[in-house]
């Protein structure tokens, strides 16, 4: 089976660092996505990784370990409007539309 | 309209009802997805067509039936169903339109109701 998980909930401050991780175990990888979901509205795609290594957009940036089967989502100078769920998910190697998804970590940043 | 685009946004409904759900994306899109979100579960997925074509179907319920007509819309038609099919489902495309990912974008999404 399936198994992609993150922790239930983080709580950080407004101006710090938060790193969200992921931990997965699939039977096939083809990429990692992270994605962005106020509450109420749709999942926005934040990042992608394929490669082992770090990706950075702006204050996000994503981390990769395929031998691990983790990644981090570091999330830099938070700001209130960061409050959201943060979730995680893995393409299947062989079905390129098919992804699986973990629960999601609901971050609260409190000022 | 830009995006991709869900219809009706709430829907409440009793277990005798048949409805339908409605998704449409103006990306230029080949694929178009069914998720289910219930609270503190992670997103499931149901349907994925492909160029018109089911190529997913996760053991979902036949109470469930899905309907691709083309690459732009997607329909989700609802008959007999559970108060535990009340949930957030989102559509979501992806592939073409010049992502270089096949990153998926998400609907609004309808919340159900099932009474």
């Known amino acids: 089976g399936q198994n992609i998980d993150q922790p239930t909930e983080m709580t950080a401050t407004e101006g710090a660092i938060v790193q969200i991780n992921c931990t997965y175990q699939t039977s096939g990888f083809n990429g990692l996505f992270w994605y962005q979901q106020h509450a109420g509205e749709a999942p926005t795609f934040l990042s992608y990784?394929?490669?082992?290594g770090l990706e950075e957009k702006g204050r996000f940036s994503s981390f990769l370990s395929r031998s691990k089967g983790y990644s981090y989502l570091l999330l830099k100078e938070l700001q209130m409007k960061d409050s959201a769920s943060y979730l995680c998910?893995?393409?299947?190697?062989?079905?390129?539309?098919?992804?699986?998804f973990g629960s999601g970590t609901k971050l609260n940043v409190k000022p | 309209e830009t995006g991709v685009t869900q219809t009706p946004r709430h829907l409440v409904m009793g277990m005798t009802n048949k409805k339908s759900l409605k998704c449409e994306q103006h990306?230029?899109?080949?694929?178009m997805y069914w998720y289910k979100q219930s609270a503190k579960k992670p997103l499931e997925l149901m349907f994925v067509y492909n160029f018109k074509e089911q190529t997913e179907n996760n053991s979902v319920p036949s109470r469930f039936s899905p309907e691709c007509p083309n690459s732009s819309h997607l329909f989700l038609h609802l008959h007999t169903l559970q108060p535990e099919d009340s949930a957030l489902y989102l559509c979501?495309?992806?592939?073409?339109?010049?992502?270089?990912?096949?990153?998926?974008?998400f609907g609004p999404g309808t919340r159900l109701t099932v009474l």
């Open positions: 990784n394929v490669l082992d």
């Open positions: 979501a495309s992806s592939g073409g339109g010049g992502d270089s990912y096949n990153e998926q974008f």
């Open positions: 990306l230029g899109h080949n694929a």
């Open positions: 998910a893995v393409r299947g190697r062989y079905n390129f539309n098919k992804f699986y």
